[in-house]
């Protein structure tokens, strides 16, 4: 169940347009088991094939395909946060600012949901430690980073919550783009974010709330 999740989680991304043919993976953490995509798969067409099982030391439980080239980068998430999936993404707009930007500011409350303003790893070469490492290190205290000229990284509790901020970080990178282009976006100062946490924090903001009855 857990390999056809991902494969699934996969499929979703591409048909979002964040997944073009084989950049890309997903992982997601079961206790001393990591399910994660395959190298070389296309993963709009995705199975439960495609999908391999490591342990923590990346050694292969289950599946034909060798894992993802960036299996260390997801390993070593795992070994530093409490997430149990990762999403790592090509998707356009993020990594257009990937290109651009040492960080993605906030402009929109919504940003909060991931921790604050978007940080943007320093390059080094797929699949490689060094940007493991710094992927980990602009993971800290956030839900997603960047990765300089490459893409986008988004972690989550759950693998739906994973997939939905690297959603979301897409549609900041997008806004930030389109407000860009209008002018000289308006970037909201550490007062108004602490503001908004207040605010979500009483509202319950994000969460499913029933009417009360009587």
Request: charged share 20%; proline share 4%; with cysteine.
């Amino acid at each position: 169940m857990t390999r056809e999740a991902v494969a699934a989680a996969a499929r979703r991304l591409a048909d979002e347009g964040l997944f073009i043919g084989t950049a890309g993976n997903v992982s997601v953490r079961d206790g001393d088991r990591v399910a994660v995509t395959g190298t070389g798969v296309v993963l709009g067409r995705c199975t439960e094939a495609d999908v391999t099982v490591v342990a923590l030391d990346g050694t292969v439980l289950e599946g034909d395909l060798v894992p993802t080239s960036e299996l260390d980068l997801h390993l070593g998430i795992y070994a530093d946060t409490e997430a149990t999936a990762v999403v790592h993404t090509h998707a356009p707009y993020s990594t257009a600012v990937a290109c651009v930007l040492d960080e993605l500011p906030v402009l929109h409350y919504q940003h909060l949901l991931l921790g604050g303003a978007t940080r943007v790893a320093p390059y080094a070469t797929f699949g490689t430690p060094e940007l493991a490492a710094h992927v980990r290190e602009a993971l800290v205290g956030r839900q997603a980073a960047l990765m300089a000229n490459h893409g986008s990284v988004a972690i989550g509790p759950t693998l739906d919550q994973a997939v939905e901020h690297a959603l979301l970080l897409e549609w900041l990178a997008t806004l930030h783009h389109r407000a860009t282009a209008l002018g000289s976006p308006h970037v909201l100062t550490e007062e108004e974010q602490a503001d908004v946490i207040i605010q979500a924090i009483s509202r319950n903001y994000g969460t499913h709330q029933e009417n009360p009855r009587d």
